[in-house]
């Protein structure tokens, strides 16, 4: 598989809005969060994850983050991930430094394993040493992802709505 992390860019705006839309189609929950931003204004949307990585216009209790898109040699996105520079309580206890996702389309097929390998590299050039990674208790293949790539077991946290988060720590 040939694919590559990209920053995100005006280059890809087609591309984009058809894993946009395949997403939104499915009716499942967009992941990572920052997928489920509203790309009518296309130019606004890259400036806000531009802005988000370098910490600047974030809302209240927001934390800078990076996110990128996994792209295969084609040009079509697969996958998208979005790495948080430090942790707040909250992100503690159910969100971690990564969330990533891959389309629906193209699921089973390993993209996840190698995105997630992908953010770790770039998590350790953020000079973070230990990412948090977590995942929905009935989410099993992104349980065998995180495990595949050397997530060590934590305690798991418990929303208020019971739904049960899966913690992992993975050392870079």
């Known amino acids: 598989m040939n694919v ?67 792209v295969a040699e084609n040009k079509k996105i697969v996958g998208a991930v979005n790495i948080r520079h430090q942790l707040t309580e909250k992100l503690l206890d159910c969100g971690g430094h990564i969330g990533y996702g891959i389309r629906p389309s193209e699921r089973q097929k390993g993209y996840a394993t190698i995105l997630l390998g992908l953010a770790l590299e770039k998590t350790k050039e953020l000079g973070i040493q230990k990412v948090l990674v977590v995942c929905d208790e009935s989410n099993i293949g992104s349980e065998k992802t995180i495990i595949k790539n050397g997530g060590i077991p934590d305690s798991n946290y418990i929303e208020e709505d019971g739904n049960v988060v899966k913690r992992y720590w993975i050392e870079l």
């Not at 939104?24 to 990572?32: D, Q």
């Not at 997928?35 to 910490?55: A, C, R, V």
């Open 4 to 70: 590559s992390l990209v920053k995100p860019t005006l280059e890809l705006q087609d591309e984009y809005l058809n894993f946009y839309q395949e997403w939104k189609n499915s009716g499942e929950n967009m992941v990572p969060w920052v997928i489920s931003k509203d790309p009518t204004d296309f130019h606004g949307m890259i400036q806000f994850l531009l802005d988000s990585e370098k910490g600047e216009n974030l809302p209240k209790d927001w934390v800078p983050d990076s996110t990128y898109w996994l």
